[in-house]
């Protein structure tokens, strides 16, 4: 499924991206593992094999999306596939979320991915040139990690405005890019069990440069959520990545500009 292909996965050192990784790996691809946490990018990237690479480092900085790109160019020589996946939340009703907070949601859920394909799009949209004076398609891939939070959750005004942007982001890319054949698109998680869902003690933190940020959600939402999902439970990760790997897949080809939920038939947010 993806033989010679090579992706950069951000967020890949645990969760859903590792998971997304280990389908790519398995369909025959390479993958560069990007995340925050080093010691946890180079264990994944070890456990991965040798078709796997580690890029350690915050992608909501400055200049690390370049640098992500760089270092698979480096590793892999080439670039077909891009999964912006890596985040995390910080919750907040609005009237105590403060403009750091805001804006840390922004930076690395949609700031980021719009780095990152920027810096992509000589490897991505570029070759389509010449393929297309030898008549030949060659489809390359982008998937969007959103959330059902994009469509308004109490508490995650700025994880919601951010997973939102994203989505513009995905529907503005497919167009752009589609005559280019490179399929953009989002999913959007309800309820995936990993650090991020599971019941908020303190103790699991994600460290954002000087900043320590405990993740997980109160135990009661939780519950909530859980009675409201039609297939009865939260997704795994390996559920989630299947969502993604088939819009990574040659069986995602005629696809494009999509936001494809993955919540077990849970519905979040405001309707029209
Ligand atoms: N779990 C869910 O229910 C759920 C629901 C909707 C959306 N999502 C989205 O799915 C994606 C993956 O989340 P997950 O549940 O697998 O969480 P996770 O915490 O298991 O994995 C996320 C990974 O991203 C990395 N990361 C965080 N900030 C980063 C940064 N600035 N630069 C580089 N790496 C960074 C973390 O170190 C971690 O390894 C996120 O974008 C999240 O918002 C998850």
């Known amino acids: 499924m993806f033989q010679d292909k090579v992706a950069i996965i951000t967020g890949a050192a645990r969760g859903i991206g590792r998971a997304t990784a280990e389908l790519v790996i398995q369909g025959g691809g390479k993958v560069v593992v990007s995340d925050i946490d080093p010691d946890a990018a180079e264990q994944a990237a070890?456990?991965?094999?040798a078709n796997a690479a580690a890029h350690a480092g915050d992608i909501a900085k400055d200049g690390a999306p370049e640098a992500l790109v760089a270092t698979t160019i480096d590793a892999f020589g080439q670039l077909d596939i891009v999964v912006n996946n890596a985040g995390y939340t910080v919750d907040s009703?609005?009237?105590?979320?403060s403009d750091g907070d805001f804006q840390a949601m922004l930076d690395v859920h949609t700031v980021a991915p719009f780095r990152i394909l920027r810096a992509a799009a000589p490897y991505l949209r570029d070759p389509a040139k010449q393929e297309r004076e030898e008549g030949r398609e060659v489809f390359r891939k982008v998937v969007n990690v959103a959330s059902l939070a994009a469509y308004g959750n109490a508490g995650q005004a700025n994880y919601s405005s951010a997973k939102a942007g994203v989505i513009g982001l995905t529907k503005t890319l497919a167009k752009e890019w589609g005559p280019f054949k490179v399929n953009v698109n989002a999913v959007?998680?309800?309820?995936?069990?990993?650090?991020?869902?599971?019941?908020?003690?303190?103790?699991?933190?994600?460290?954002?440069?000087?900043?320590?940020?405990?993740?997980?959600?109160?135990?009661?939402?939780?519950?909530?959520?859980?009675?409201?999902?039609?297939?009865?439970?939260?997704?795994?990760?390996?559920?989630?990545?299947?969502?993604?790997?088939?819009?990574?897949?040659?069986?995602?080809?005629?696809?494009?500009?999509?936001?494809?939920?993955?919540?077990g038939g849970l519905a979040l947010g405001m309707t029209a």
């Not at 070890?46 to 094999?49: K, P, V, W």
């Not at 009703?93 to 979320?97: G, N, R, T």
């Open 46 to 49: 070890r456990e991965l094999g």
């Open 188 to 263: 959007a998680f309800g309820l995936i069990d990993t650090r991020l869902t599971q019941a908020k003690t303190g103790d699991t933190t994600v460290k954002v440069g000087e900043r320590t940020v405990a993740v997980g959600i109160p135990e009661k939402a939780r519950t909530m959520m859980g009675a409201m999902i039609p297939l009865g439970r939260g997704g795994t990760a390996e559920e989630a990545a299947g969502a993604i790997a088939f819009l990574c897949s040659p069986w995602s080809d005629y696809v494009t500009g999509q936001v494809l939920n993955v919540s």
């Open 93 to 97: 009703p609005i009237h105590k979320l």
